[in-house]
């Protein structure tokens, strides 16, 4: 079955940076274009930044402009997310999400905190 797993997240100071990893299995990983989500304490959840199949292409929420990076390895099946200048307010869980068609999987999530 189609799994995903996120790794990465912890306790970061404000204006640190902090690397985020998923690695997928059970599926096509290559057929499918990746998301980073995060929901944080009493908000909904909100998208991050997306990657097409191939990693040729990608988009940002308007927050994450200019400070995340997302990349992807279709070899090794994973996808990453690089976030630099991180504020207090991007505490939240992280979550990894695949997407195909009507097709969605999750991830479990990983805690991100951002505080002195």
């Known amino acids: 079955q189609a799994q995903l797993v996120e790794s990465g997240g912890g306790l970061v100071q404000p204006g640190g940076s902090l690397r985020l990893s998923c690695a997928a299995s059970?599926?096509?990983?290559?057929?499918?274009?990746m998301s980073w989500y995060r929901q944080a304490p009493g908000k909904e959840r909100e998208l991050v930044a997306t990657?097409?199949?191939?990693?040729?292409?990608?988009n940002y929420a308007g927050s994450a402009k200019g400070r995340f990076t997302i990349s992807r390895d279709n070899v090794k099946k994973t996808v990453s997310l690089q976030m630099n200048s991180l504020t207090p307010e991007e505490t939240a869980v992280y979550y990894c999400?695949?997407?195909?068609?009507?097709?969605?999987?999750w991830g479990q999530g990983t805690q991100v905190t951002v505080s002195l």
């Open positions: 999400s695949a997407v195909r068609g009507s097709v969605r999987y």
């Open positions: 059970g599926f096509m990983f290559s057929w499918y274009s």
């Open positions: 990657i097409s199949t191939s990693g040729g292409s990608t």
